[in-house]
């Protein structure tokens, strides 16, 4: 029942967009608010008295008299795109459930696809801070999945050359239903590697679910319980009860990923299966996921690449 939940809940309606976000004075007016809650404070030496330098869009301090731009230090610092141009990507981005290719998004938001690529990957790069820190917890889910060559995001060819490994943990209820998804890559599956991901990703107190994969029995070192089901393999395996939701997640990624993109090259894949976990974590309440991307992506520092390596676990 959650998933028709999730497939039939109202999403941000384009009108309503528009009247939430549709102009620059709005979507400034919503950053200013979020980088100071209480009010301007100035960074250089606190004070709160201050001017607002119209022409250049700064906040001029009354004391030390030093300007500061709202977006300074934030990920929307990084361009000279209008704020509103970056709100609709959020748009774009959070609210379609395949996600959205840069060639697509240049075309709605009318800039060229290169400038849509960076865009979406400075918002995916905040979803990926965001979710880096919080653990999964009670009952996982828990496989190996490659991304790569013409099968992205299936399961087939273990350890094939050429693919991305990733491992992909749903933590369900009790009674099996999805709550949570962590999609991290891997350097590649082994001890090692898996370990470093369980005592990140993994509160000590789950009980995680696998196939006989052996380096999964490192999932041990961070405290979980662990549990080996025989699947065998081929289609078998995919109906597994004990596997359902991390198979239904992976098929998602695959049409999600072959359906929007044609190629993803090794080191972006963190960042793509960090769209879809953010997505896939925050389904429950569509509209809020602009603002809540708004808020992040202030209190984000433009800092490309660095983020990367957060998502990838082992050597
Ligand atoms: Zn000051």
């Not at 991307?293 to 520092?301: D, E, I, Y």
Request: hydrophobic share 35%.
């Amino acid at each position: 029942m959650a998933r028709n939940m999730v497939q039939f809940q109202k999403g941000l309606s384009e009108p309503e967009f528009d009247r939430l976000y549709g102009t620059e004075e709005q979507c400034r007016a919503i950053v200013v608010r979020l980088r100071w809650p209480d009010g301007f404070a100035c960074p250089g030496c606190g004070g709160t008295r201050h001017s607002l330098v119209m022409t250049r869009d700064l906040f001029q301090c009354s004391d030390c008299r030093r300007q500061t731009s709202p977006i300074a230090g934030t990920i929307f610092a990084s361009t000279k795109l209008p704020l509103r141009l970056w709100f609709r990507a959020m748009y774009h981005l959070t609210q379609s459930k395949q996600g959205i290719s840069s060639i697509e998004l240049g075309r709605r938001l009318g800039v060229t696809q290169t400038t849509a690529w960076k865009i979406k990957h400075k918002l995916k790069q905040v979803m990926l801070e965001r979710d880096a820190k919080t653990r999964l917890t009670g009952r996982v889910e828990i496989d190996d999945a490659y991304i790569g060559g013409e099968r992205s995001g299936g399961k087939r060819g273990r350890g094939a050359s050429g693919k991305t490994p990733f491992v992909a943990a749903v933590q369900t209820t009790d009674e099996g239903k999805p709550v949570r998804i962590k999609l991290r890559r891997l350097a590649q599956f082994c001890s090692h590697a898996v370990a470093a991901f369980a005592k990140r990703s993994l509160d000590p107190a789950c009980e995680v679910v696998s196939d006989g994969l052996r380096c999964f029995a490192a999932i041990a070192d961070a405290g979980c319980t662990h549990r080996v089901m025989k699947t065998g393999s081929g289609p078998k395996a995919v109906q597994t009860p004990a596997f359902k939701w991390v198979n239904t997640a992976l098929g998602n990624i695959k049409s999600a990923l072959t359906g929007t993109y044609r190629a993803i090259s090794s080191k972006h894949v963190p960042r793509y299966l960090a769209e879809f976990e953010y997505r896939f974590n925050r389904r429950f309440d569509l509209k809020a996921m602009i603002p809540r991307l708004a808020t992040a992506s202030v209190k984000t520092q433009p800092m490309p690449y660095r983020l990367l390596k957060l998502a990838e676990e082992g050597a």
